[in-house]
Structure formats: structure tokens, C-alpha cells
């Protein structure tokens, strides 16, 4: 099978459901290097096969002095395949934590932003980054979720826009070596990053123990192959989470209940996959607790003892487990109340059209204990105490508290909150 073959079969059965077909246009993260050159260009030819609008997105992230030389380069490439192209700059990196995660996180942001309405975002991946990624994990002692390495398709939320998008790596299945060839034989260029031989990073130490491996036979090729079949187990294992949580658990305004016995009686591995989930949504936090620490939280639950775990609270309510916010992680966000408002990156504001004037300088903040106290009698539905002090509520702009949208009676006007369903974070991933 020829490259341009492989990346469109590798595109077209891979396009996640909720999209349906078809798909009429994409974007494409393209950095200069050769993998995502080859990207660029593979889907170039593609997308002209089957009527499919491209839109390249070049992320700058001003890290290297040449870094705006090769966007330039990326952008004029783009424009002589004809397609459409955005160049978003990285600048407001404080020089604080580990660098290559903030960029990454940067770079999904700019990405969210450029994107418009495209719902299906290409990125360059290849099966040597996945042999990278799971010797990576592998040494860290990662279980069956770090060993499955990098994922083929994965779902974004987003922040800027309702919703959020799909990431799909169509090269993961194809070597770096590959993607060399191909632009070589068609004599098209691209950049070599210098940092893809630093050893500093792990990534580039990885990439030359591989090399030693593959002459025992441990290549990258094989090392994929076990991810993928981590992959597989991975994906069993989400379907009985997905399973349990329909059974024992349920949504309460922005909480989750879970039946704490059923729970305890699952093997530890589901079990402890679905609290973590459950965890990751209330806080809205994309990255898993530490396994000690949500082993140690779920003993202790066990036994009746509340717990705080990721910016949450765990404790028995009603004979269920209850998992809500904690109020001291969002005791300081406010934004301003405006319509499709985001709060705490899941609480989406819904207001009429047009904002009313006299919610002009408003904002949306945690109720805290003063402004629980006062709502208790004005509410709608039941909320514990310690939920209710991290459920978001609209202020005035002398700080005193409006109403609490969707929960308090006679408020002032129409408000609500979406919220993406609990169920939906469970397929995203």
C-alpha cells in the first residue's frame, strides 16, 4: 500500500461517530518538521480527492531563534498547496514549570483558538513517537493507561468554544523513516529542529536506546505493537468503567453520587479508574490523581472518613459517596458574567440574549459559606452544605449575590448552566 493510501484509509475509518460523515473540513497542526510536513502534504492530496477544506495552523512557539523563519516557511508552503493558513504565537510563558508540558498545553490551547469551526484537528505522530512514548512510560512504572501510549483519536475539551474538538494522529501507524522518504522522493523540504538531538531530553535519549534495541530485535515497530495492544486492554477496561458508572452512579448539580459498597466490592482496577474519572471532571483537571494518593483516599473512605483528593472532597452522603468541588480550589475564580461564560472550565453560563443591562459588571464566583447560608432557603433542590460553598452563582458588581442559576427561586432573570454530562468525559478518552 502506497503512503497517500495508507493516510487515507488510516483518516477514514478512524473519524470519530459523533463527527458523521462527511467530514468537510479539517485543520492541520503543522510545525516545519518532517513529520508534520508529510502530514501537510499527504492530507493535501486527500482532502483534494474528496472536496474536504484544509486549514493549516502553525504554532510559534518562540522558543528558538528561528522558530518565526520556519512558520514563515510552513505558511508559504501551505499557500502553494492552496490552502488556507493561521500562524498563532506562544508569548505568555512565565518560565515556570516543566516547559515541555506548557507548551504542549499551549499549544492545544492556540490550536482551540485558530481552529474556527472545524471539529477534527490532523496532527504528524508517528509509530516512533509511540516507541518513544512507551519506553518513557515504561520506565516511570506506568500501568495499562501509560503503556497504551499515545492514542489514535482523543477528544479535546475546550475552553474558547462550546464543546471542544477531536485530535487524530493518521501517521501513527507509519515510521519516521517513512515520512523521510516520501518528501525525498518528492522533492519537498522541511525543518530539523536541533532539540531532536539534545540529549537533555528524555524524548531524544529514548530514540537512541531504540536504536541499541532494535539490533535484539526490540524495534520500534514492536514496541508500538505493544502499545497498541495496551490500547486494546485499555479500552476493555473503559467499557466496564463506562458500564459501573451507569449503574451505581449519578450526576447531581455539578457532583457525583456513587454507590460506596458496589464501588468497593469491583476490582481495585475498575474501581479505581472510575473514581479518578469522576475526579478529572468535577475539577476539570485533564490529568489523573497519583495512584497512592487515590488508593490511600479510598481506604479511608472505606472506613467513613471524608477525604480531599485533586480539588475535590469525598464523603458519605445519604449512603452514597459524594464527590463535589472543593470550595478552597475555586475560592478565588471569578469571570465575567457574560453569555456562554465559562467558570471552573466546565460551567458554561447561559443567559438571555442580549445579556440583560442590569447584569452589566456582574460575576460569576463560588457562594462560599456566607452566600450558601443565605440561598438555603430560596433553593429549589437539596445541595449539602459543603457543595453548595463551591456551586458558582452570579454577584453584582458591589459583591452581593444575585442568584444561583438553575437552583434559587425568583431570580432576577433567565440563567442556566450547561454542563458537559459526566457520561461524555467517560468516551472522550
Known sequence: MSLTAAFAEAVEKNIPSALGRPVSRVTLAVS??????????????????????????????????????????????????????????????DGQGN?????RQARYRLLDDARGDSQLVLMGHTLDDQAETFLMRLKRGSGVD???????????????QDGGYWVMRPLLGISRQALRDFLQENKLQWVED??????????????????????????????????????QAKAALDQQVRRLARDIGQEHHGDITLDLQALLEEPSEISDRLIAAVLCWVSSNPYRPRYAALRRSLEAL??????????????????????????????????????????????????AQPVPAEAAGWCL?????????????????????????????????????????????????????????????????
Open 146 to 160: 501509560g503503556l497504551a501510549g499515545i492514542p489514535l483519536c482523543r477528544f479535546v475539551g475546550s475552553e474558547a
Open 32 to 93: 516545519g518538521g518532517g513529520d508534520s510536513m508529510a502530514l501537510m502534504h499527504l492530507a493535501a492530496y486527500w482532502a483534494k480527492a474528496h472536496a474536504v477544506q484544509c486549514h493549516v495552523v502553525i504554532i510559534d512557539h518562540g522558543l528558538r531563534s528561528a522558530s518565526a523563519s520556519e512558520a514563515q516557511f510552513v505558511a508559504q508552503a501551505a499557500a502553494e498547496l492552496g490552502l488556507s493558513h493561521t500562524t498563532r504565537c506562544w508569548e505568555n510563558w
Open 302 to 351: 472505606a472506613g467513613g472518613a471524608a477525604q480531599s483528593l485533586h480539588g475535590c472532597v469525598l464523603y458519605p452522603w445519604k449512603g452514597q459517596l459524594r464527590i463535589t468541588r472543593e470550595y478552597q480550589a475555586v475560592a478565588d475564580v471569578s469571570v465575567a458574567a457574560t453569555q456562554n461564560a465559562l467558570w471552573d472550565g466546565r460551567w458554561r453560563l447561559r443567559v
Open 365 to 429: 464566583k463560588p457562594l462560599g459559606e456566607a452566600g450558601a447560608q443565605a440561598i438555603r432557603p430560596l433553593l429549589l433542590n437539596d445541595i449539602p452544605f459543603r457543595s453548595l460553598m463551591a456551586y458558582p452563582a452570579l454577584f453584582d458588581h458591589d459583591g452581593l449575590l444575585q442568584t444561583v442559576p438553575g437552583l434559587s427561586k425568583n431570580p432576577p432573570f433567565e440563567a442556566e448552566f450547561d454542563l458537559r454530562p459526566f457520561d461524555q468525559s467517560l468516551i472522550a478518552h
Open 99 to 103: 516547559l515541555q508540558d506548557q507548551a
Open 194 to 231: 536541533p532539540s531532536n538531538q539534545d540529549t537533555h531530553y528524555e524524548r531524544v535519549q529514548m530514540r537512541q536506546l531504540i536504536k541499541e534495541m532494535s539490533v535484539r530485535g526490540l524495534s520500534a515497530s514492536v514496541l508500538a505493537e505493544t502499545a497498541a495492544r495496551m490500547g
